[in-house]
Each structure stands twice: as C-alpha cells, then as structure tokens.
C-alpha cells in the first residue's frame, strides 16, 4: 500500500482526501498543525511516505518551514497546497 501524509489544517480536505484515495491504494495520514507534522516527518524513516500534501499556510509553523526540514533528511515528492496567489509563494515553494 502507498502512503501518503497530508499536512493541513483543513479538516475536512484531509477527511475528502481520505475517502477519494483509500479506495485507490492509499494508505492517508493527516496532521493538522505544523509542529505535529514537523515532529511526524523528522521522526519517520527516510520512504515511509510515498508523497506528502502541504499546506503552506498552518497553524504553529508555515509550510515553507517544514518543506525546508523534510529536504535536509530526505526527498520525498511533496506537492504544495495554497490559495496563495503570489508569486514568491510559487518560486519559493518550488525551490
């Protein structure tokens, strides 16, 4: 099963995730705030997760800050999520 860890604050986009990709093969962790996601990402193994979906704007710590932590141990394929609309939002999230 492929797993994926969705970090948003957004509840009900992470339980819509959920019930959309459980019945296609996935295996869906959420995490609801940044320090949460942040302790869940710096303690798991290097593949755990197949993809992560962040959301840049979190509660307790940004998104930018966290895919910033997830790149020094690892490089799992994360997908930014926002309704940003800038476009420094765009590059820096690219980097």
């Not at 492929?2 to 959920?18: A, K, N, P």
């Not at 932590?69 to 690892?74: C, D, Y």
Request: glycine share 8%.
């Amino acid at each position: 099963m492929r797993r994926l860890l969705v970090i948003d604050d957004d509840m009900g986009f992470c339980e819509m995730m959920t019930d959309y990709l459980m019945p296609e093969g996935f295996e869906v962790i959420s995490i609801y705030n940044g320090m949460d996601a942040l302790k869940q990402v710096l303690t798991a193994a290097k593949d755990e997760y197949d993809l992560i979906l962040l959301d840049i704007t979190l509660p307790g710590m940004n998104g930018f800050e966290i895919l910033q932590r997830i790149r020094s141990r690892q490089n799992t394929p994360v997908i930014m999520l926002t309704g940003r609309t800038q476009r420094i939002d765009r590059i820096v999230g690219s980097r």
